[in-house]
């Protein structure tokens, strides 16, 4: 029997906890820092930061931790694996080496081209003025990238001369390297792969939605709702994926001399010219998660033993069903996300910038739950998801209401109206 350690505070920490408390050989999930919405699921939390190492390391060998399994990007940039290998403690998440592929761009687009695997050209830039002067001569729309961990907010797709120009500009106000890329346009979709050297196992597709309001408006944030499968990326596209992507990955990092026992997010894109990678994250994805580990059948514990042991686990996905999750965020966010804002208790949502007790949830930060529904259809899990939506006290949180309208385009054109999308929660 094992107690496993979960580091990270976020939803996607939550849906990690309540899989690995599934396992009939896990007696005890803690989260460190967690947040205290987890609590609701038999997740115990623990007052260190995902940041503190060494106290960590003394929580895991105070409490007989069997695995420690890492959330965020940050502390694995900061290279928390290292840190536990050398104190011998089981661990899942990329060592510092391998989570540049998420920290640095620069780094990823170098292992993608010497590796062939698909993504866009890319110019990379040490001065302001160097830069400027290659984007007043290149195409629009481009993209610009801040290199380094920016939460999300490092990448400005520049449709106008002047946005560019304003872009760089206030890139090189916070970094001295910038990447200009060529736009893909293009489906977007999440493809994340668990790891343990050569062994790999695909999780199911799944599709984020970035923007704060509905029909792909408002400001970027860190994902307002997901749902899986993905119909449009069919099995055909999927083995291109494998074929073009994922193993070029893995076999591109063992010929780069790097060991990976931990977790690969495609950000993928399918364009006209076929699958091409947007980025990298060496971490799950967040909303993503939420609706994937749901779909587990099987003992998620053995499966990241198995992976640290780079044997081949055996696992199942459910196959009839669509999963479909909404994020409610503070009013503000992601600007200035309000504090103390009401948040409604419901046992079996993912909680993630929250404070309080258990029973009088408030926000402490943008991202504060998700909502999770499963239906027969895209279009059930989509009405089961805003049907839970409409019973809670929402307030004054704010949510989009159109989660999964991309996956509906797929969807055959002769519906009946009340197969329709819930417009109202
Ligand atoms: N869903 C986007 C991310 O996790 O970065």
């Keep these: 029997m094992a107690k496993v350690l979960i580091v990270g505070s976020g939803g996607r920490e939550h849906a990690i906890g309540r899989a690995m408390l599934a396992s009939p050989q896990v007696t005890a999930v803690y989260c460190a820092p967690g947040n205290p919405g987890m609590t ?8 260190i930061a995902e940041t503190d190492f060494a106290g960590l390391v003394a929580f895991v060998h105070q409490a007989a931790i069997a695995l ?36 640095s761009k620069v780094f990823a687009k170098a292992f993608m081209h010497r ?59 916070i970094t001295d390297t910038v990447l200009i890329e060529d736009f893909m346009g293009g ?19 799944a599709q984020d939605h970035k923007r704060l309001r509905d029909a792909e408006k408002g400001p970027n944030t860190g994902g307002m709702g997901a749902y899986s499968p993905v119909p449009q ?36 894109i399918l364009t006209s010219k076929g699958i091409q990678v ?56 992601p600007e200035h996300a309000q504090i103390g804002v009401a948040v409604p208790t419901l046992p079996t949502a993912d909680y993630a910038s929250v404070s309080g007790t258990p029973q009088h949830l408030v926000s402490a930060g943008g991202r504060v739950m998700m909502v999770i529904a499963h239906g027969a259809t895209l279009v059930a899990a989509q009405q089961q998801a805003y049907a839970q939506l409409g ?34 929660a």
């Design 187 to 205: 489906f977007e979709f999440s493809q994340m792969v668990l790891v343990g050297g050569d062994k790999f196992c695909l999780l199911p597709t």
């Design 115 to 173: 590796h062939q695997i698909p993504t866009a050209g890319y110019a990379v830039f040490h001065d302001a003025t160097t830069a400027l002067t290659h984007s007043q001569q290149a195409p629009l729309p481009q993209v610009i990238k801040v290199d380094g961990l920016a939460a999300g907010k490092g990448v400005t797709v520049a449709q106008t001369q002047t946005a560019a120009t304003t872009a760089i500009t206030a890139a090189f106000a």
């Design 278 to 333: 947007i980025e990298y994250n060496l971490r799950l994805g967040d909303p993503e998660t939420q609706i994937l580990l749901p779909q587990l059948r099987g003992d998620f514990y053995q499966v990241i033993v198995d992976l640290l042991h780079h044997q081949q686990p055996t696992l199942t996905w459910q196959t009839t069903a669509t999963y479909l999750g909404v994020v409610l965020a503070a009013p503000g966010y």
């Design 40 to 47: 609701l699921s038999g997740i115990q939390t623990v007052a």
């Design 68 to 103: 420690t399994f890492v959330g965020p990007e940050a502390p694995l940039a900061a290279g928390i694996v290292d840190y536990f290998e050398a104190e011998d403690l089981p661990v899942f998440g990329a060592n510092q080496a391998v989570a540049q592929l998420e920290s």
């Design 391 to 424: 019973q809670l006290a929402t307030g004054q949180l704010q949510f989009r209401h159109d989660i999964g309208w991309q996956g509906l385009q797929a969807m055959p054109p002769k519906m009946s109206p009340a197969d329709g999308p819930a417009s109202e």
């Design 233 to 268: 990326i069919t099995p055909v596209i999927r083995q291109q994926m494998i074929d073009q992507v994922i193993l070029p990955t893995i076999n591109g990092l063992k010929a780069d001399g790097l060991t990976l026992n931990g977790v690969i997010y495609v950000g993928g």
